[in-house]
């Protein structure tokens, strides 16, 4: 991690700064078919050996292609605004000794740091759904951390590229700020929601709002890819807080700080809860078998339903054992089932445990299921997700469970689990 240099400086036992973690909704610890090199489900970002950030510095107007591939070969980063077939803006960036820089995008090119493709809603099966058409830009944000504390992380639309180019082309919006400076948004937009009061059992959802190639802030535009930019905020900043959400337009990241990671449940913890649930005996009302959730490992390699594994009515909560009647219609076998405890009728789903400890708010015990997923977690966890709208598509939004990505209930989020105790 250390450079040879940097090791006269500090001991050699020293951690890393760490800034802070991106991760992934819609994936419960890990990705599907496992998580592979720059490609995963939670991205760890820490001082690098040597900074690489840059900052802007020069400015050319110029006014044949010619000229502004030259500026753009020069081997510096660069970001270019095409205003008109005849006159491109193209503003150089030197090297920023203070910050370091984080890439995040569809490309596996080396300059992006995080490898993130379209999230599949429900998709927790062992196989990942292939997607024809990604709505994730090739180079879709960059992460700007401070080397020095409060070592603050901002973001920002768009990632150079294999040349250390941003190219906003003549349809992408554009314009000049009054002070002079040059600013866009990609096709697609960056979009970031800052919870208020932090990521806490608390907390409350904030607006969503886009962030500009400069890191300004902005109202949504009318649609997705609408040319026309919303209004400034004046008041907002990009500076990511802990539980800021970032949607890429298929796929929203989750920011954690350093510090709000150091309050997170840890595995040990969860798995401890998941152990303490299963020592109580749940039992089966109807079939009186005992339950038990299946274990961290066995609940990643999903695809095979245990057993003991809990199912849930989830129109009241109680919770059984699997079994085939209460169908209200033959013909369907997924129509809603009638829970033979309180007659209540609608979906019976297996629970499966929530296994990324950066989804949840507290450290309490797992005892409510996303609904119709049936993802299990803590109270204030659950009910923190059920009311957060995520964007969808390209103008509509709805809260989905964490762990997988499926759109919860209008009607009801989450629901409260009623586990039988043994009858001996």
Known sequence: MFSPNQEEHCAPTKEPVKYGELVVLGYNGSLPNGDRGRRKSRFALYRRAKANGVKPSTVHILNSPQASKAVSCRGQHSI???????????????????TDMFQIGRSTESPIDFVVTDTVSGSQGGEETPITQS??????????CERNPPFTARIYAAGFDSSKNIFLGEKAAKWKNPDGHMDG????????MHPKGGFTEESKPGVWREISVCGDVYTLRETRSAQTRGKLVDSESNVLQDGSLVDLCGATLLWRTADGLFHTPTQKHLEALRQEINAARPQCPVGLNTLAFPSMQRNRALGSLEDKQPWVYLACGHVHGYHNWGHRSEQEPNAQRECPMCRAVGPYVP?????????????GAPTHAFVPCGHVCSEKSAKYWAEIPLPHGTHAFHAACPFCASPLSLTQG????IFQGPID
């Not at 989450?414 to 689990?417: D, F, G, M, R």
């Open 80 to 98: 270019s605004y095409t205003l008109s077939r005849n006159q491109t803006v193209v503003v150089e960036y030197c090297h920023d000794k203070d």
């Open 414 to 417: 989450c629901a409260k689990l």
């Open 135 to 144: 709505t994730i830009s090739r180079f879709a944000c960059r992460v700007v």
């Open 185 to 192: 948004l990609t096709t697609n937009g960056v979009l970031v």
């Open 351 to 363: 629970l499966w445990l929530g296994c990324e400890p950066a989804f949840y708010v507290d450290t």
